[in-house]
């Protein structure tokens, strides 16, 4: 059995790589895949299935181990690019509008705000911006528990707009420990030339 390492990866490599090693083995003989990307592991089991074959998946943490038969088909002419799809959108932008997440317990919601904005430079796809207005200006000030949080943001390409009404309704001009003021005008733009707006 031909065993493929794509762990780190992404699509289209992985499919590639599968592609390439199925071509080369003989009829009958098996491939283990390991992959630690669920996308590229959904476009992998479709690809699979396409070609007549049905993968067996199996997980232990993130690693996903996925076992396959070489398929009857002629693969040299499968195209593997229109199987390299993802889950997220070209662009999106984080709309963040109160200090707490959710409703319900103060104290809850502020943790979860909290670990929410901590979390959001782990992801794969990172957000264009991240747009604070009302109490969510209140995050950007220097002693707000996500001001590190939103500078790392901020170092990693990302822009932070602060409403300035709201800036100077709470009266936090001399507060702010991260960000750029912005006009509702740029914000607006902001959010309509977006792919997708988070709000939490």
Known sequence: MKTLDTKGLKCPQPLIMLKEALVDLKMGE???????NDTSLKN??????DQGVE????????VHTLVSLKPEKDLAGSN???YCTTDLPTSYVVCIKGERMGDGDPELGSLLMETFVDTLKLQEQLPTHVVLYNGGVKLAMKESPVCSSLSELEELGIRIMLCSTCIDHYGLQFDIGVGMISNMVVITET?????HVITP
């Not at 992998?44 to 299935?49: A, N």
């Not at 993968?55 to 993130?62: C, E, H, I, L, R």
């Open 44 to 49: 992998l089991v479709t690809y699979l299935k």
């Open 30 to 36: 098996e491939i283990r895949v390991e992959i630690d």
């Open 80 to 82: 593997t690019a229109i």
């Open 191 to 195: 959010l309509a030339a977006a792919g």
């Open 55 to 62: 993968p067996q998946v199996s997980s232990a943490g993130a």
